[in-house]
Each structure stands twice: as C-alpha cells, then as structure tokens.
C-alpha cells in the first residue's frame, strides 16, 4: 500500500491514480505472446464466422471483447464493431457481465458487483477512505487526515458517511469509470466555514500541472497520466441532486489553486461569486465535486456561460447537454477510437445515444458533425479559438435531430455517420460534435454513445501467381511463357485479413487487346490459401494474359495481380541436326558436335547407344523426355541416368562432347522447344562408316592378373600379365592363409587356379595390390570374372573390389554383390552433387547374381559421356547405366586396390579370376578376348 503525505489545514483527500502498466517482459515473451494472442483471435473470429453463416445470426467474437468494444461476424460475411464511450461490461468468473455498481460487502470493504475499474470503500473505523487498483494490480489509496470516517450508509452505488465534518456529508459513488468523490455541504454556515475555505487534494505517485485552462493533469512518473476536468459545485435549485444539477444549468467552476502534489479548493468563495451575479440565494446542500475519477471518459461538453469549464469528467453525472436557452449554449462530443478500423470498408455506421430530457422547451435541431480531433474535455473558449483559426474543422451537417418537446419520455436517438467513419477509419480516435440549431431548445443525453460500425475487410491483393498446368513461371508482355496445352490451370494464393472463405476473379485477355477479356473463371468461396481454375480451349499460336482479384462477394480486393502472359504452342520442333568435324574416331575419346534446331528450340536431350545407326529412331530414353504439362528442366550441363543435356539457342548451333561408345556407337539427339514440345530423335554415327569402325582404346598401359593360365597352388605374388608394362607392372599380393589350391571351370572344358575370397586366419588381411591400377578421374575399365556363393544377408551389401581413395582425397571405386541380389558399380565420395549443386549418381546398379556360377561382369567409367555403365557377359549393350558427374577436388583414387576386403561383414564370398583394371573405355572386340580368357592388349 502506497504512503500518503498528511496535511495540517482544511480537509485532505488523497486522489486515486491509475498507474502505469507493470514492468515490460522480454521481447521474445512479448513476441510470443502477441502472436498467441493474433493465433486465438484469428481462430475465434474465423469460428464466429462460420457460425453466422450457418445459423443466419450474428455471433459475438469472445477474444475481440473488451468493457467498451463488441466484435460480431454477420451472416452475410461482413463484421459489426459495438463501440461504448464508457464501460458497459466485465469480465468476471471467465465471461462478461453487464456493468453493475451496486455496492456490496467485499470482505472489509465496500465494492461494486461488477466494475471495469476495481474501487472498494471504507466501511468506517478507518482513516482510509478508499482504495482503487491500478492495471498492474496495486491498490491506491485515498486517506482522511480528520480521524476516523463514520460507518457509511448504502444505497446502490454510494456510500455516503455522515458528518465527516460539521454540516458536510461524504458521497462516494461507484462510477463506470471508477469512482467520484462528492462533498454534501448542508448548510451557509458550513460553505463559508474556514475549514471549506482550504478543501484540499492531495495526491500521492504523480505530479499535478494545468495542461490547459480547465482541466488538471496528473502524470505519473512511467509517463503515465490521467486528465481531469477543474473542481465542480452545484446546488439544489431545481431538483439538483449530488449526482447531478437541476433543470438547464451545469455546475460552476470552484475557485481552486494547483500545485505539483495539492489541488486547494474555496468553497465559500466559489459560494459568494456564485451569489452576486445571479441576485438569487443559494439553495443547500451544495455539491462540491473535486472532479476527479480513475478513468478517462469519452463524453463531454462545453458551455458559452462558463467559457474557461471543462466538464470532461464530472464526478458522478451521467448527464451531457447540449442546446440553447439564454446564456447556456451547449454542444457534447463523443470519442470513438478507429484504430482497429483500418484498410476495412465501413458499410454502415451510425452513433446513437439516450435522450434523457428537455429541459428547456423547444424542439430546435441538433445537427452531428465530425471534427477534428484534441485532448478530449477542451472548454466552451477553446473549441471556439480552434475552430475560428481554422485548427478544428467541423464537417457539413451529417444529420438533424428534431424531437419532442418538453415533457417527452427518455428515448433512443441515432444519427447515420457512415462516410465520416469511413473517412477516418483506422485513425486513433474520431470525435463526433452535435450542435443545436439556432432556435431555442436545451436537452440533456446520456453519457454513454455508442458507435455501431458494420464494415468488411477488402480481400488482400493475391500472391505467387503461376501457370500450374503446364508448370510455367509467369511471363511478360515481351517475354511470354510457352504452353504446350489449350487447357491451362493457373494459379494464385488468396488471403483476407477477415477469416473465413473469399474467392477469386480470374479475367483472361488477348494479349494483344487488354480491353478484351475472353474468359472469366472463378472457383467460388473457399478456404483461404492456393486456388486454381482453368482456362479451355484456348487457340495454338495466341498469346494471352491473365490476372487475379480476391473478392469476398462483397468488395473486390484491394487490388489484382500483374498480368501473366503466356503463349500456347502445341506444335513439336522437327528434328534437330547433328553434326561433327572429326574424322576419325576412337572409342572413349571426346569429339564435338554441333546440335542446332527451329527458332523455338530451347535444348536438347542426347545419349550415345553402342550400337549402330539404325531407322526408325529409338525413343527418347524415359529420363530424357520433355512434358508439355511440366516445368521445363535444367538443361545446364545436366546428367541424368541415360541421357545428358544441352541448352538451345534456336537455329545457332550448341557444341557438345560425345564420345563412341563401341565400334559402331551411335549418338542420338531430340530437342524440345520452350512449350515443353519434344521431337523425334535423329541419329549421327560415331564412326566413319561400317567399314571404318571407331579405333580401340589404347589400354596396353592396364593391368590384369591372369591367373586362370597359371599352375595350382597360386604363388603368394601374382605378377601382372600384361606383357607391355614392364617396370610398371603392379604385383597382386595374396595374403597368408588365403587359399591357393583352389580350382574351378570358368569356361568349360578346361580349369585353372581362381582366388578364394572370404574369411581369413587373420580377418584384417585380404588379396591387395599396393598400387593403385587405375587413376579414377579418367575413363576406365574394371572386369572380372565372378561366382558367388550367396546372396548377401539383408542390410549389407558384399565389395567385391575396391580401390580407394589416397589420403586427402575423396574418390573410390567399387564393386559390390548387393544385398537386393545385384551387382552395382560404384565411384563414391562426398558430396554427392556436382559443382552446381546438383545431386549425382554414384552408382549403376543391375544384373542379378547367378550363385554357383561363373559371371563375367564388367564396369565402366565413360568420363567423356560422364557416365557409368554395367556390363554382364560379353555384351557391351549395358545392363544399367547412370549419369555420373565428378565433384571438385581429388577423384583419382590413388590408393591401395583390395579385393574381397576386410571386415568380414562385408567382405565378398565366392571366387575371383582373371581381374583386369584397364585405362579408357573397352569396345567389344576388347571385351570379347576377356569373356574368353584372353588378355585384351595389343597382339
């Protein structure tokens, strides 16, 4: 509880302060928090929603409630906004419930049933007068310095405690704002007592200041503030009471000084100014308001008789007036926050308000304006001055009230105030002015207003607009996309700030007449997110342009999509042309070849067969065709499985680099146009004719163990067989207790030594060449005769032979009898992506292993064709094949080549003969010596 100063002359009350907001959590939790919050409001309006489209009955948004605003979603799909100028509910027990001031026993204290502001009131015995919580939960209180205050009196929302000094009561009256502080003053005597005569406030946590003439400012030291009008009194002339003057006249200013901490008020002098002029005796009890409550109203008026009066807050009245009779010339404001108004299209709005009497008689109008907004509570003189220097701009009358005349019932009185709302929506605050008209008439209207505003959120401007079908990014006036379809799907993403569904309006143009819109597609009020529609049965050749606008079916959204142009093309390109300059031709050497095609050729697709040319054309390999109905590839520099890839650039021819394949290798080329429309094949010979086949490689600097043509047992060191290598012969090194006795049929009739593989005496050792045999960044050639005795148990493939990588590299080379009953070649290492980021194929996987029997199979590495290639028996027609690019950095694979390998897990069971390791691409001639087990170098 906070400490109060105390004062030693006249009457000391404390005033009640609201604080600041407790101390900020840490971004993130204020982040997090916000987020939750937006989640749970989206989610409740978009439930409240779709419970007003189905029942045909406003629901009200729970999470957008407050004690002065009311968010409802309509059937119709738009939302309502309930604006109160002061609270009209609270929260209690996990909902809402109307506003309820009747005081009540709260404990020690005296509290009303429901308040948006928490106050609690002495129930006597006590010096403290009252207590009122901040919105960060600290009670402030309010002290009486006089000794302790009688056992009050209670009457719905008052208390009142008699007495509390010589002919004075005290009131205090729960408010919807909080509370007002009411000094009954019961007799002459007693107003121009000297005690009356210093009628002090005192005020503890904020400084007090004068921001302008007629109100009072009290700032607190987290910037904080709460602004007051000037102290009140009024008398009983007229039926006045302490809530509220009699007949037409407001209170009066009381004669007061401020100080940073003390508001000092004179009653009896306010008394006796009060007398001269009106020639007329006071009538007691008087009402001393020190106009002061804990929360900032949104109502108040101004009055010509007492042009320097603020009546901002005015203690306990619900009562504004407005009007002319005499010297009272009155007109009331209202302030209404638009914050949450903005970018919405307001359809409705309209403020109405009660009114309570004719007070004085005449059934003049009274005009609502809307008009610039100021600190609310500003005096009769300073409306004036703003609006005579042209500071406050008062708009056109927006409507006329007439009503009854004197003696009328209360009644509910609205003015339409459509387009002042829409034009100020999403400010912070609009203020709304009503005036009377020039004939006489004086009325009194309830403090509480409230602002009804129906309203819709434009739909947001669509995103990611895109031809989905064929998949085309968008194009442009002078760059169109190509479709190769008359039906094309497009798409958008849609989004509108109010949830619930929202559609589209897809308009589609003759690129060439944007004037003339050839179809209309739209798929109708559905979820927020993607949507798609088709247009049909569009023309081959034409170049159209489409966009997209949201609609919620009551506004177009705040805007559409660019156009996006694109041009149908269901025609395929004739068949490319290939040609080459070389002469001669090797296998597995490089030669360039120029592939051009028609103005609309944006690449090509060609692979190498190692056969012959041959008519008709083979098809376009599965992985190497183009859809119309798919985005176009990345044609790059791109390797796929069996076919690779070159950019077009029309009839200007592209070069690439092809090697043959075999003797008699064929290169086959297609292209595809930038529709995604692909043509036939047409075939160029990598030979210079069927008499002239391509030359071998040379691989006479290859190595190979023949060990087929050796005596049993095997020697420990088998020494390479091929006769031209001399001092670079690699030795084969079988390991102790390897068997070397072991024999075998590998092309009946004759036998001869094979090498057993398998588990060892020693599980480290393996059959090993120190050396490696080949150097893996260029082509080559490894084969081997094979049987194996299993298929390896699930979950480990078996390496046959590996060659690996040299310390700081990153190649290696095996091959593997696989768990799926295949054999696979393989150049492994990381990463498994080209320089372009594109991921590779390490491995060619094919064949099927034949256990118990002889296999001769054969892997390729075709470094000119960037490709990998299997080959079983003494077919160069591959078994499988992948397109295989070398990363950057070392793949030569230097290291040590070992044959079935440790561990045992994964070391390969079975038989081994006659391994070749050979630089460059074989042909078939070269392959069929080895399928015979003969070497395969020059004669």
């Known amino acids: 509880m906070r400490a109060f100063r105390a ?152 208390a009142t405690y008699a007495e509390v000094a010589p002919g004075v009561d005290l009131k205090l009256v729960a408010t919807k704002t909080g509370m007002a502080s ?163 299209h307001i359809l409705s709005a309209g403020v109405g308000t009660t009114q309570l009497s004719v007070d004085a008689c005449g059934v003049g109008p009274i005009t609502s304006h809307f008009v610039s907004v100021f600190s609310p509570g500003y005096t009769w003189n300073q409306e004036q001055y703003l609006r005579q220097s042209g500071q406050m701009w008062w708009s056109w009358a927006m409507g006329s009230w007439v009503g009854p005349d004197c003696g009328s019932a209360p009644m509910y009185v609205g003015w339409t105030v459509t387009d002042a709302v829409q034009s100020q929506a999403g400010q912070p605050n609009i203020h709304f002015a009503f005036a009377p008209g020039s004939s006489q008439s004086r009325r009194h209207y309830s403090r509480d207003a409230t602002l009804v505003v129906s309203y819709n959120s434009y739909p947001d401007t669509p995103t990611n607009p895109s031809i989905v079908s064929p998949s085309r990014t968008c194009g442009t006036a002078t760059a169109p996309a190509y479709v190769g379809a008359s039906n094309v799907t497009v798409q958008v993403t849609q989004t509108d700030p109010d949830p619930g569904n929202v559609d589209d309006n897809f308009d589609l143009f003759l690129a060439s007449n944007l004037n003339q819109r050839v179809q209309w597609q739209h798929p109708g009020m559905v979820a927020q997110g993607p949507r798609t529609v088709t247009f049909t049965g569009l023309s081959d050749g034409q170049t159209y342009a489409w966009r997209a606008r949201g609609s919620d079916w009551l506004d177009d959204g705040i805007g559409s999509t660019d156009l996006c142009y694109f041009t149908v093309d269901t025609t395929k390109p004739g068949v490319p042309t290939a040609t080459t300059a070389a002469t001669s031709f090797t296998v597995g050497s490089g030669l360039n070849v120029s592939l051009s095609g028609a103005a609309d050729v944006v690449g090509f697709v060609y692979w190498v067969t190692p056969t012959q040319l041959t008519s008709p054309a083979p098809n376009v390999p599965v992985d190497g065709t183009v859809s119309t109905a798919s985005a176009l590839p990345d044609c ?135 050396t490696a045999p080949v150097n893996a960044t260029n082509s080559f050639t490894w084969s081997m005769w094979i049987k194996t005795d299993y298929v390896p148990s699930q979950g480990q493939d078996q390496v046959v032979a590996g060659q690996y990588a040299a310390a700081g590299g990153r190649g290696e080379v095996k091959l593997l009898a696989t768990q799926d009953n295949h054999y696979a070649f393989c150049i492994t290492g990381a990463p498994a992506a080209d320089d372009n980021g594109r991921p590779v194929s390490n491995c060619v996987k094919g064949g099927s292993l034949a256990i118990g029997t002889w296999q001769l199979v054969t892997g390729i590495w075709d470094a000119a064709n960037q490709q990998l290639r299997l080959l079983i028996g003494n077919s160069t027609v591959p078994v499988a094949v992948a397109g295989h690019v070398l990363g950057s950095g070392d793949w030569s694979a230097q290291g040590q080549l070992a044959l079935g390998p440790s561990p045992d897990t994964h070391r390969f069971s079975g038989y081994i003969a006659d391994p070749a390791f050979l630089p460059g691409v074989i042909d078939y001639y070269q392959l069929a010596r080895l399928a015979d087990q003969q070497l395969p170098f020059s004669s």
């Open 7 to 158: 004062f030693t002359g006249g009457f000391v009350v404390a005033a009640l302060i609201v604080g600041g907001a407790s101390p900020a959590a840490s971004a993130t939790t204020n982040y997090q928090a916000t987020a939750s919050r937006q989640a749970a409001t989206v989610g409740a309006t978009a439930s409240a929603s779709a419970r007003a489209a189905a029942t045909g009955e406003p629901v009200v948004v729970d999470a957008l409630t407050t004690p002065t605003s009311l968010t409802k979603a309509l059937p119709g799909g738009a939302m309502q906004l309930e604006l109160s100028s002061r609270p009209v509910r609270v929260q209690q027990g996990g909902g809402w419930v109307p506003v309820n001031l009747t005081l009540q026993r709260d404990g020690d204290w005296f509290s009303p049933a429901a308040s948006a502001v928490p106050v609690r009131f002495s129930p006597g015995g006590t010096n403290v007068i009252s207590q009122t919580q901040t919105s960060s939960g600290e009670w402030v209180s309010e002290s009486w310095p006089l000794g302790a205050l009688p056992q009050p009196t209670i009457d719905g929302d008052t």
């Open 182 to 344: 009411i000094y009954v003053v019961k007799s002459e005597e007693a107003a121009k007592s000297s005690g009356l005569a210093k009628l002090q406030v005192a005020v503890a946590g904020a400084d007090l200041t004068t921001p302008d003439t007629g109100r009072v400012q009290a700032k607190a030291a987290d910037g904080s503030s709460l602004i007051a009008a000037q102290p009140l009194w009024w008398d009983s002339s007229h039926g006045g009471t302490f809530k509220e003057p009699g007949s037409e006249a407001p209170p009066t200013p009381v004669t007061h000084e401020i100080a940073p901490d003390l508001l000092t008020m004179d009653v009896g002098a306010s008394v006796a100014k009060a007398e001269v002029p009106a020639k007329a005796p006071v009538q007691y009890p008087i009402f001393v308001d020190p106009d002061w409550s804990t929360g900032m109203t949104a109502s108040w008026y101004t009055d010509a008789a007492y042009p320097d009066a603020s009546y901002l807050t005015a203690g306990a009245s619900d009562v504004l007036r407005v009007g002319s009779y005499g010297q009272y010339v009155s007109d009331m404001f209202f302030q209404f926050p638009l914050g949450a108004l903005a970018g919405k």
């Open 636 to 770: 790059n520099g791109r390797v796929t499985a069996n076919v690779r890839w070159a950019c077009g650039n029309g009839s200007t021819a592209v070069t690439v680099s092809v090697a043959p394949t075999d003797a008699l290798s064929t290169l086959w080329v297609s292209a595809y146009d930038r529709a995604g429309n692909q043509s036939a094949a047409r075939g160029l010979p990598l030979y210079t004719s069927i008499g002239t086949p391509a030359a071998e490689a040379n691989i006479d600097a290859g190595h190979m163990w023949q060990v087929s043509s050796l005596w049993s047992p095997l020697p420990s060191v088998v020494p390479d067989s091929n006769p031209w290598i001399g001092a670079n012969g690699i030795d084969l090194n079988l390991p102790s207790g390897a068997s070397v006795n072991s024999t075998d049929t590998v092309i009946p009739p004759l036998s001869g030594p094979v090498m057993k593989t398998g588990p060892l005496p020693n599980a480290n050792e393996y059959i090993y060449a120190s």
